[in-house]
């Protein structure tokens, strides 16, 4: 016979406690002075969502638009504690990622590129609506700066923000650069398997180059669809672009698709830095199965034919990142599951991909 452990009887420090409402003062996030990232078409007062509201790509796009991947709220306060209260929906609980990855929050403290992990939030994974401390104060009352991060594979149907009543709250400190990088891509670039938020390779670069981010990728559905291209292409004095959609297109799918979705965007920024990056290695190529060295060679040659293509057209602003690099020196253990990443995964991502970045932004 099975026998169930409850945990936190064992070790309280597994355990979580939902809170009441009472000794705050709770806030909205469009309430003065946070400021809410990730979410470019969103309005004040309207539902979070990835995407246009009206925007229609494909089922997959439209139900994931939903999931707040890269989402994250910021502010300074001397609050004493911190509470959030949230509703998720459509919610993605999968076998391979932990609940606060994928419906849960986490918490930095610092400004620009020093922020530091302070805590995850801790709830009832089997329940979609959690009212939790995510921040205590123990020391020193101060002010200090906070990076809330979203979940990566759930929506926020409501969410609020507590602070100790008579709590003072500021605006975060300015990005060096407010104009976004767009990310579009696959289950792995919306942040599967992280461990929680903060460690998806999108908010790490956010905070490593102190940067904006807006994470456009869609698990299983972003194929490359001109519809797409033409919804990213709406978004204003972009920093850059990245397309890192190969997993989810494969080979006859990125030959198809790659040219016409950048000639899309090319029409609205014919300047903006362009960078693409080729699928990250999966496990069943290590076993250098010829039918996989073959998919390989032949997607790293899509790039770089359309790369040359376009550079010898007079496009200086194109680039391309071989994602076989960027688990480093042993990507087999750098997966869940042969291959979504895991939070060592993601390091391995942000640390090879940051310096690439860097160097294209500041030719």
């Known amino acids: 016979m ?7 009887k064992l070790d309280v420090a597994m355990g979580f406690a939902n809170q009441s409402l009472d000794g705050m003062n709770w ?12 979410l470019y078409w969103r309005r004040k007062g309207v539902v979070f969502r990835r995407l246009p509201i009206k925007t229609k790509i494909s089922e997959g796009v439209d139900d994931l638009a939903w999931h707040t991947a890269g989402v994250m709220l910021r502010f300074k306060t001397d609050a004493d504690e911190i509470r959030i209260n949230a509703s998720m929906w459509r919610n993605a609980r999968m076998f391979h990622m932990a609940h606060v990855g ?22 009832d994974h089997t329940q979609d609506q959690y009212n939790v401390t995510i921040f205590k104060n123990e020391g020193e009352k101060k002010i200090r700066e906070f990076t809330l991060h979203f979940p990566l594979y759930s929506g926020v149907e409501k969410f609020s923000i507590g ?12 990005w060096c650069d407010n104009r976004p990088i767009v990310v579009y891509g696959t289950s792995i670039q919306q942040g599967g398997c992280a461990s929680r938020p903060g460690m998806c390779h999108t908010n ?4 490593t ?34 397309l890192d959609y190969d997993a989810n297109a ?20 014919p300047e903006t830095p362009i960078l693409l990056v080729s699928r ?39 680039h391309f990142l071989d994602g076989t690099t960027l688990f480093g020196a042993d990507p087999s253990e750098c997966t869940v599951d042969g291959c979504h990443a895991t939070d060592l995964g993601f390091y391995q991502i942000a640390k090879h991909m940051a310096p690439v970045i860097e160097n294209i932004l500041t030719k």
């Open 209 to 242: 180059l102190n940067r904006p981010f807006i994470n456009l990728a869609f698990s299983g559905s972003g194929k490359g669809e001109p519809e797409m291209a033409e919804t990213i292409a709406k978004i204003k004095n972009p920093a850059m672009i990245i």
């Open 280 to 318: 990250l290695p999966q496990s069943y190529e290590f076993h250098r199965d010829s039918y996989y060295i073959q998919e390989r060679f032949d997607l790293t040659s899509i790039h770089l034919a359309e790369l040359q293509r376009r550079r010898e057209a007079g496009d200086k602003n194109i």
């Open 27 to 38: 806030y909205s996030v469009d309430d003065k002075p946070f400021e809410l990232d990730g």
């Open 163 to 174: 602070l100790t009543e008579g709590a003072k709250v500021y605006s975060p400190a300015p």
């Open 204 to 207: 790490i670069l956010s905070r």
């Open 250 to 269: 494969g080979v006859d799918g990125l030959r198809k698709t790659l040219t016409k979705f950048i000639d899309i965007l090319r029409e609205a920024h």
């Open 102 to 123: 994928s419906m849960g929050f986490d918490l930095y403290v610092g400004e620009c590129s020093a922020k530091f992990y302070y805590a995850s939030a801790r709830f």
């Open 2 to 8: 099975t026998k169930h452990i409850d945990i936190k």
